[in-house]
């Protein structure tokens, strides 16, 4: 996936990653981290804890105390966006490569055209 981060790294990371303000590689670098780090993933749930709380509390949407579910739940939601980032990513790249190639033989066909005659006569002399 990418270079391992460090635990304050991580730790730095927590409320960014709450707030959902992390980039995709931050992100991602975050999760896998705290799906090996008991440390890490505990400094998570208890933020995660406190935030719910008070998000919550106040207006006595308390209705689901599995809190390690809830955080679960999110990190999941976090992994598939990214998914379907990279996913995005590769069909856009894919697109401009395809779109790169197209212009390229449409630029060659304009200016070169004598190009394409001689490869046709090419090829039929083969036959």
Known sequence: ??????????????QPYLDDELKARACAEF???IRECETCRHELETSF????ALKYLDDDKMDNFDIQGLL??????SERRMQ??????VLMWT???????LIAGILIRLFLPDL?????????RLH
């Open 1 to 14: 996936m990418g270079a391992k981060i460090e635990c304050a790294k991580a730790q730095k990371l927590i």
């Open 84 to 89: 379907r980032r990279q996913v995005l990513s």
């Open 72 to 77: 679960e739940e999110q990190i999941i939601r």
């Open 116 to 124: 394409f005659e001689d490869a046709a006569h090419l090829v039929s």
């Open 95 to 101: 697109a401009i490569i395809l779109m790169a190639v």
């Open 31 to 33: 999760i896998a981290h």
């Open 49 to 52: 804890i406190v935030e719910y």
